[in-house]
């Protein structure tokens, strides 16, 4: 057994210690590099934070809605997952129906002002309640426009119709493995004015050798402590998804970052986190009955010896 999380503290040390300190679109500050890459044999275990408590539910429960190329955080909420709450609750609070308690500047005054911050999350609360009970409210503040999901499974044609770049690449692993076209885009420029959260990580690419399933990404924006461990275990959970249904073996996850950044607000907390020690990474279970990356739902996807530290709690820059 094998730790795989130790590219990232590399990482984490590396930007610390030479980054550059910039500003940022949500006012916080970052210390960053341009450039920077990590990669993970994912034949030796799974690639999920041990230094620090990662809820692999809100992992699992995230990217099925990728896959099933949904855009409205309903079916999160349905899973208990509030990861894209923040940029649903900004639509809503920022509309002419919105008639609540007044948040402008909502994000860092929940960072600076406990009262407010009280406020603020029990006017999410509502939010999110309204949007599980009422449907066409649902369909009116819950839909995020066209991220991930849209773009990977129905981006869309000049010409009209839509392309599943999902299950063509798929199907291109199966017939043409050798091809270096086995790419996934989600950076359309037409669609980044009305997307809640233009992507961040923007393209992969599938590379098949030796029987195995390989994936680079590029990311062009990863915030260090609290995104980026998502993003090595979500990339990861579907380079095995994808190799279960093309009958090759996980490969190698790449992860290159164009700007890697850790915010300000974040300094003490990844400084407990490098203090840990990290446990031997856990192994990745599908279930054994389910071939299509279509058919998996929650319960088909598990984690076997998942030993962690506990939780570090940081704040969201919105």
Request: proline fraction near 5%; charged fraction near 25%.
């Amino acid at each position: 057994m094998a730790t795989l999380e130790q590219p990232y503290l590399d990482l984490l040390n590396k930007i610390m210690s030479e980054g550059h300190d910039k500003e940022d679109r949500t006012g916080t500050g970052t210390r960053s590099l341009f450039g920077a890459q990590m990669r993970f044999d994912l034949s030796q275990g799974f690639p999920i934070l041990t230094t620090k408590r990662i809820p692999f539910g809100l992992i699992k429960s995230e990217l099925l809605w990728f896959l099933r190329g949904d855009t409205n955080i309903r079916f999160l909420l349905e899973h208990n997952n509030h990861i894209w709450d923040e940029w649903a609750f900004k639509n809503w609070i920022e509309s002419s129906d919105y008639n609540g308690p007044d948040m402008t500047d909502f994000g860092l005054r929940s960072q600076k002002d406990p009262e407010f911050k009280k406020i603020y999350q029990e006017e999410m609360q509502k939010f999110d309640q309204k949007i599980l009970k009422d449907q066409a409210f649902a369909e009116k503040y819950g839909n995020l426009g066209d991220v991930y999901g849209a773009q990977w499974r129905h981006w869309k044609k000049r010409e009209g119709g839509f392309i599943d770049q999902i299950q063509n690449v798929i199907d291109q692993i199966k017939k043409t493995p050798y091809s270096r076209r086995l790419i996934v885009s989600a950076w359309n420029p037409e669609d980044v004015p009305t997307s809640a959260l233009p992507p961040c990580h923007v393209l992969f690419q599938f590379y098949v050798n030796d029987g195995k399933l390989s994936l680079h990404l590029y990311q062009r924006s990863g915030d260090m402590f609290l995104g980026v461990p998502f993003n090595i275990a979500s990339y990861s959970l579907l380079v095995n998804l994808i190799a279960r249904e093309t009958a090759l073996k996980p490969g190698e996850f790449i992860h290159t970052l164009g700007d890697a950044h850790i915010y300000k607000n974040h300094f003490n907390q990844v400084k407990d986190l490098l203090s840990r020690k990290p446990y031997n990474s856990p192994q990745l279970w599908l279930n054994p009955d389910k071939k299509m990356v279509q058919d998996f739902e929650m319960s088909d996807i598990k984690l076997i010896d998942y030993r962690h530290h506990g939780t570090i709690k940081a704040a969201v820059a919105v």
